[in-house]
Nanobody, 121 residues
């Protein structure tokens, strides 16, 4: 009933930029935290950035100063602006939303389908 649809991934050269978007839709009652994780081949999924419903943000040390997370509550959308990209940023990026549906009102984490970001010369 709830879907998170991601877009914006692709291939970019080192030093380049990408902006990822993730839009939630469906029977949403309330969205709390939203965020982005990434998973590189052979590695664990790791937190990249998160933003609360009030706009407070957290970033992984590896992306501070380069990535910016933001959200548009009216559109149920979270963004990740990625600048000064490095090869080590290469991964599948997954958005998430902690939300309650109007049916169950149980707070659960929903995940997007993932979008590939490849940083390579």
């Amino acid at each position: 009933q709830v879907q998170l649809v991601e877009s914006g991934g692709g291939l970019v050269q080192p030093g380049g930029s990408l902006r990822l978007s993730c839009a939630a839709s469906g029977s949403i009652g309330r969205i709390y935290d939203m965020g982005w994780h990434r998973q590189a081949p052979g590695k664990q999924r790791e937190l990249v950035a998160a933003v609360s419903s009030g706009g407070n943000t957290n970033y992984a040390d590896s992306v501070k100063g380069r990535f910016t997370i933001s959200r548009d509550n009216a559109k149920n959308t979270v963004y990740l602006q990625m600048n000064s990209l490095k090869p080590e940023d290469t991964a599948v990026y997954y958005c998430n939303a902690d939300l309650q549906t109007v049916i169950s009102w149980k707070k659960e984490r929903y995940w997007g389908q993932g979008t590939q970001v490849t940083v390579s010369s």
